[in-house]
């Protein structure tokens, strides 16, 4: 098949950018979405033409690496899906098709369609753990965990970063992303003992990083490729309150023997 | 070059025991004095780095993702192992040493595996206090499932996203040391060399991959996590960034590379469809417990699967295999998949793949219940190939998927640089010719949790470090060499794009030093390289430069180290003259076509010193002695 791409392109992040139209031909429907800009990459280093830059690595739709804006929307047409794993059987023959990077205030471009996503490290660095040193477990089944919570907390832990969430919120928000780290943790008897600080912690950062609040768009729902539920963004607000309103600091006494 | 693998004396059972306490300790106060880098962040580098920063250690950690939280550990499937014996099912920490040293086809170090064998039930439980979701029975006890080259299940899992799981489990605890101030994370950042000071490793020189600084690092020990060497083979089930650039430099600089020969192919994987593809996709080996695998008894039946009734299908490992059946170890099962197609009974457009079929599961239990246990892996299937698995059958064929071989390391995972530890995939430990399914997850976190925190401090307590800082010679030479390298990929401006040597050299490792070697084979490869190694520096095309975002350039300095690498693959399989594990020699099978060992010429690991460009490197030998298990032909029979 072939299509008409409109491709962002952008040196650095000190120069400005702007969408360039190039030819895709002879695309056969069974490539993915990232072997079609392979075969577009190959084709511009033959003319001597810079390649387009854009994230990927595992290409199996775990890592979270790759993510573009296809025709406006995260990672494209196809439900539950990355862009990795999007394949041109998606789309027809003479197609035009828009590709733009995530596009978010606390998401900087770097090159084309590679941005830094660097606050979402920061926000799970604020707390997006237990903590508990290596040497520190007990036993595993010590601590039974009802099947029901388990199964919800890894819904919420198969978040896999890659931003979508952000880049289609009008608000540019990251609850999801933040909210689903928090519930993982949260439903969980381990994640008890630090659950407030958590909640407090994480959303402080979210808001420093610039990121937006949720006005109940549900885009991000709609694009997740991991399906996360917004559900969880209901109960990080419920946790949220409730620490704000019960969260006391430990007292920090030195001394001991 | 001294290949001393320092084990413990003492019965099996002791000797990690005993070596804990033998080894000296590096007091709280004075482990703030030291600084580690750590290179990679998958499951060996990020628990690793985590760990140390626990201790008290100053932690630099390297990964050239935007964040460490993508490292390919994340893309494993199936699970984990662990000798808990939850199940009540005989399994015990002897039987998993047992199984993984017969998986292994007895070419790996006793002592090693036993302490991974050992150490896998406090991964577990590390696992889950950091709240890794493993899956659970409705008692809230934790669950297991059986993985191939197994009669016990011993695999814990969280949904078919365990790596994932347990990934983001250490990358939370990295978290953590981040925000506390003792990790200092630099994404983007790849490792380009290795320094040594006075014979021992104390930095690195490395690449800023936004602005394309090349930077010196220094420490008082170098860990590397870096992964395997897979994507030699250009298409694999790696990550398209997988590179072997920090082990092979680092082997340049005078670390031993053991058994770069061993290499797994995974029977389970989703076919190759046209030659635009890019990587291929893993199936998970759990996908055997329920799926049956069979291919048409007739060649070149070409009727679609459900036309083709019972009696005129091979079952083929329940036929060969009765008592492991559909869970034969990885490497028998693809050598049997390939020994099916090439006997022109593959099934698909190419005749390269095998049906793998749960209709007979769904049948017994319910489409329900195999949705629950596989259902993302179905849903990927289904992405991939526009077809639905739970109406017929999957098509699959072996592709690479872990490479055994790796740097060699001593006991304390030291490789035969002073100060350089291995750890993870990247090593060549503890699998020998074939690694069991959901065992690489086990070794990548026993290293980074629970070995290496112990080791490192052992390798301070009793070395002088020569006091030193980033105006030593050795750094301003290494990084000039880096530099000179750089400049040289840009200044060739040739014809071929990097991708296309990528793949031509593939071709050749895939073809030649795959499922099946021959010696006629190799030698024809280790003639070919010189020449794909020319065309290379003569005619590859990088654009761009140097000092800015350039994938291009990150690209062609991997593919250059592929290339190297490749020629020692060659090398070393043609002089194993014997068939173990992944490494099958046509000349050497038994009447039945099973892999027919050496063990009076080969029971070693076999490592080779680097000589010099254009020299023949030195093939030294370490002595595999077994004292436990019992050296036997394996038998899945």
């Known amino acids: 098949m072939n299509l008409v791409l409109y491709v962002w392109r952008q040196k650095n992040a000190q120069t400005s950018g702007q969408m360039v139209r190039y030819d895709a031909k002879n695309i056969s429907p069974d490539m993915s979405f990232l072997e079609m800009l392979d075969v577009i990459n190959e084709g511009l280093i033959a003319k001597g033409e810079d390649p387009i830059a854009f994230d990927h690595d595992c290409r199996e739709g775990i890592c979270g690496s790759c993510g573009l804006m296809i025709n406006g929307q995260a990672h494209g047409p196809k439900k539950a899906t990355t862009t990795c794993q999007l394949h041109m059987r998606s789309f027809k023959d003479g197609d035009t098709i828009y590709i733009e990077p995530w596009r978010a205030k606390a998401f900087p471009i770097i090159k084309d369609l590679v941005v830094d996503r660097g606050a979402f490290d920061r926000i799970i660095q604020a707390g997006g753990y237990i903590s508990v040193s290596t040497g520190n477990a007990q036993d595993a089944n010590a601590l039974p965990v009802p099947k029901s919570a388990a199964d919800q907390a890894m819904d919420a832990a198969a978040c896999i970063g890659c931003g979508a969430c952000v880049a289609s919120c009008p608000n540019g928000s990251a609850m999801l992303f933040t909210s689903a780290k928090i519930s993982h943790l949260g439903l969980l008897p381990q994640g008890q003992p630090e659950r407030k600080e958590r909640v407090l912690n994480m959303v402080a950062t979210m808001d420093k990083e610039q990121f937006g609040s949720c006005t109940n768009h549900r885009e991000c729902e709609a694009v997740c490729p991991k399906e996360i539920n917004v559900d969880f963004i209901a109960r990080m607000n419920r946790d949220y309150l409730w620490a704000t309103l019960t969260y006391q600091k430990p007292s920090s006494k030195g001394g001991g023997e | 070059?001294?290949?001393?693998?320092?084990?413990?004396?003492?019965?099996?059972?002791?000797?990690?025991?005993?070596?804990?306490?033998?080894?000296?300790?590096?007091?709280?106060?004075?482990?703030?004095?030291?600084?580690?880098?750590?290179?990679?962040?998958?499951?060996?580098?990020?628990?690793?780095?985590?760990?140390?920063?626990?201790?008290?250690?100053?932690?630099?950690?390297?990964?050239?993702?935007?964040?460490?939280?993508?490292?390919?550990?994340?893309?494993?499937?199936?699970?984990?192992?662990?000798?808990?014996?939850?199940?009540?099912?005989?399994?015990?920490?002897?039987?998993?040493?047992?199984?993984?040293?017969?998986?292994?086809?007895?070419?790996?170090?006793?002592?090693?595996?036993?302490?991974?064998?050992?150490?896998?039930?406090?991964?577990?439980?590390?696992?889950?206090?950091?709240?890794?979701?493993?899956?659970?029975?409705?008692?809230?006890?934790?669950?297991?499932?059986?993985?191939?080259?197994?009669?016990?299940?011993?695999?814990?899992?969280?949904?078919?996203?365990?790596?994932?799981?347990?990934?983001?489990?250490?990358?939370?605890?990295?978290?953590?040391?981040?925000?506390?101030?003792?990790?200092?994370?630099?994404?983007?950042?790849?490792?380009?060399?290795?320094?040594?000071?006075?014979?021992?490793?104390?930095?690195?020189?490395?690449?800023?991959?936004?602005?394309?600084?090349?930077?010196?690092?220094?420490?008082?020990?170098?860990?590397?996590?870096?992964?395997?060497?897979?994507?030699?083979?250009?298409?694999?089930?790696?990550?398209?960034?997988?590179?072997?650039?920090?082990?092979?430099?680092?082997?340049?600089?005078?670390?031993?590379?053991?058994?770069?020969?061993?290499?797994?192919?995974?029977?389970?994987?989703?076919?190759?469809?046209?030659?635009?593809?890019?990587?291929?996709?893993?199936?998970?080996?759990?996908?055997?417990?329920?799926?049956?695998?069979?291919?048409?008894?007739?060649?070149?039946?070409?009727?679609?699967?459900?036309?083709?009734?019972?009696?005129?299908?091979?079952?083929?490992?329940?036929?060969?295999?009765?008592?492991?059946?559909?869970?034969?170890?990885?490497?028998?099962?693809?050598?049997?998949?390939?020994?099916?197609c090439d006997d022109g009974r593959g099934v698909g457009e190419t005749g390269l793949g095998v049906y793998l079929d749960f209709g007979s599961a769904i049948k017994r239990v319910g489409e329900e219940v195999i949705r629950e246990k596989y259902g993302n892996l179905f849903d990927m299937y289904q992405r991939i190939t526009d077809e639905n698995p739970y109406k017929q059958p999957m098509r699959i064929y072996p592709a690479v998927h872990y490479t055994m071989g790796g740097l060699w390391v001593d006991y304390n995972l030291m490789s035969t640089i002073p100060g350089l530890f291995v750890i993870g995939e990247a090593n060549f430990s503890d699998h020998g010719a074939n690694r069991l399914g959901a065992s690489a997850l086990m070794q990548g976190l026993a290293d980074g949790y629970f070995v290496i925190p112990y080791t490192i401090g052992n390798y301070f307590a009793n070395t002088t470090l020569e006091k030193t800082d980033l105006n030593n010679p050795n750094f301003r030479q290494v990084e000039a060499e880096v530099s000179a390298r750089i400049n040289r990929l840009l200044s060739i401006r040739g014809k071929r794009t990097v991708d296309s040597i990528h793949r031509e050299l593939g071709k050749l490792v895939w073809d030649k030093c795959g499922m099946a070697r021959h010696a006629d084979g190799l030698r024809e490869a280790l003639e070919k390289i010189p020449q794909i190694k020319e065309e290379f520096w003569n005619n590859v095309t990088v654009l761009g430069s140097g000092e800015e975002f350039n994938q291009s350039l990150e690209k062609a300095g991997r593919v250059a180290d592929f290339l190297e690498l490749a020629e020692l693959m060659f090398m070393d399989a043609l002089e194993r003259e014997e068939s173990c594990g992944g490494h099958f020699r046509k000349e050497y099978q038994t009447p039945e076509g099973e892999a027919m060992r050496n063990d009076e010429k080969f029971s070693h690991a076999a490592v080779w010193e680097y000589q010099g460009e254009g020299q023949k490197p030195i093939r030294h030998k370490e002595e595999l002695t077994f004292e436990y298990v019992h050296l036997a032909q394996r038998s899945y029979k």
């Open chain 2, 1 to 340: 070059m001294q290949l001393d693998a320092k084990i413990p004396s003492g019965p099996i059972e002791k000797k990690w025991d005993k070596h804990r306490f033998d080894m000296k300790l590096v007091n709280p106060a004075n482990k703030r004095k030291y600084n580690v880098i750590v290179v990679g962040s998958g499951l060996a580098g990020a628990s690793a780095a985590a760990s140390m920063a626990e201790l008290g250690y100053n932690v630099k950690c390297f990964c050239y993702q935007d964040s460490p939280r993508r490292a390919h550990s994340i893309a494993a499937q199936g699970g984990i192992n662990a000798a808990k014996n939850y199940q009540n099912d005989g399994d015990s920490i002897y039987r998993l040493f047992y199984d993984t040293v017969k998986g292994g086809d007895f070419r790996a170090r006793e002592a090693n595996v036993y302490r991974l064998a050992q150490i896998s039930v406090n991964i577990i439980d590390q696992c889950t206090a950091q709240g890794v979701p493993f899956a659970r029975e409705y008692s809230g006890l934790l669950a297991n499932r059986s993985f191939g080259g197994a009669q016990v299940s011993r695999t814990f899992y969280a949904r078919g996203q365990t790596g994932q799981q347990l990934l983001l489990g250490a990358y939370q605890a990295l978290a953590r040391q981040i925000h506390l101030g003792k990790v200092q994370m630099f994404p983007r950042t790849e490792m380009l060399d290795l320094v040594l000071i006075d014979g021992k490793a104390r930095g690195i020189i490395a690449r800023n991959l936004v602005t394309g600084k090349i930077e010196s690092f220094i420490a008082d020990a170098v860990v590397l996590g870096t992964g395997g060497y897979g994507n030699v083979f250009y298409l694999s089930t790696n990550a398209k960034n997988s590179n072997a650039t920090a082990i092979w430099r680092a082997h340049k600089r005078g670390a031993g590379f053991a058994n770069p020969c061993y290499t797994q192919i995974h029977p389970t994987c989703i076919p190759v469809s046209g030659d635009y593809q890019s990587k291929l996709t893993l199936m998970s080996e759990s996908l055997r417990n329920d799926g049956r695998i069979w291919v048409p008894k007739q060649k070149g039946d070409r009727r679609p699967a459900q036309d083709i009734p019972e009696e005129d299908r091979d079952y083929y490992l329940e036929r060969k295999y009765p008592s492991f059946g559909n869970l034969v170890p990885r490497d028998v099962a693809s050598r049997a998949a390939k020994d099916v």
